[in-house]
């Protein structure tokens, strides 16, 4: 069955550097997106990401992130200068039409010290 | 602010019994109602319910939403070990190409 893919599953980072999480979406999917998981705390939206820009972002989602599809088959999020409470799992999401569930990704644990 | 409340928050049974997971929510532009099992990462898709009244069922789970009421239940059946999980009620909204709001999620947790 197919997966989404994401790289590293976990990442240890300074404060206020900057940040690179990976994923391959599923090939045929359209849509795209990132959440996040504070330990104990709700699944959260990011970002959504379709026909090559930004759908919606939340207000999370500042000028410290930004996304990229940069070669029609990787989708990452960059976090430019990471704070302590950027910590958090961060999962990827793909689905081919918005009539349907996403897929997620296995998350990639950031934790930032 | 979209809400979306899950009950209980935690539930422990015996293997064999009949669960049902409640799920309440209050949003604007509501488009489906999503129901995901997390085991230890990714959250792995049950569900989606766009139609009031229509039940939807998978094998021992099954789960129907009522728009009037704005709640969804997910019954699972004859539960085993391997349905302990948490698992996540969302609401898909109609901007954001769907974008979910999450509830807090229900630990079940199934003994033997």
């Known amino acids: 069955e197919p997966e989404v893919t994401q790289t590293p599953s976990h990442q240890v980072t300074q404060m206020g550097q900057e940040v690179i999480l990976r994923c391959v979406p599923i090939s045929n999917h359209l849509y795209f997106y990132w959440y996040r998981q504070i330990l104990g705390q709700k699944v959260e939206f990011l970002v959504s990401?379709?026909?090559?820009?930004?759908?919606?972002k939340s207000e999370i989602f500042d000028d410290q992130f930004s996304v990229e599809r940069p070669d029609g088959s990787n989708f990452t999020l960059k976090i430019r200068s990471t704070k302590l409470e950027d910590s958090a799992m961060y999962f990827c999401a793909s689905t081919h039409s918005i009539n349907y569930g996403y897929t997620f990704g296995s998350g990639t644990r950031l934790t930032v010290v | 602010e979209d809400k979306v409340v899950q009950s209980p928050l935690s539930l422990v049974v015996h293997e064999g019994d009949t669960v049902t997971l409640n799920c309440s929510y209050e949003v604007t532009n509501f488009r489906s109602l999503l129901w995901y099992k997390q085991e230890k990462k990714a959250p792995t898709f049950l569900f989606m319910l766009?139609?009031?009244?229509i039940e939807k069922k998978s094998g021992r789970l099954s789960s129907i939403l009522d728009k009037k009421e704005l709640f969804s239940i997910l019954n699972i059946t004859a539960t085993q070990t391997g349905d302990s999980a948490i698992y996540l009620c969302a609401v898909g909204l109609i901007q954001g190409a769907q974008k979910l709001v999450f509830g807090q999620g229900t630990r079940l947790t199934i003994n033997p």
């Open positions: 766009t139609s009031s009244g």
């Open positions: 990401f379709y026909n090559n820009e930004i759908s919606e």
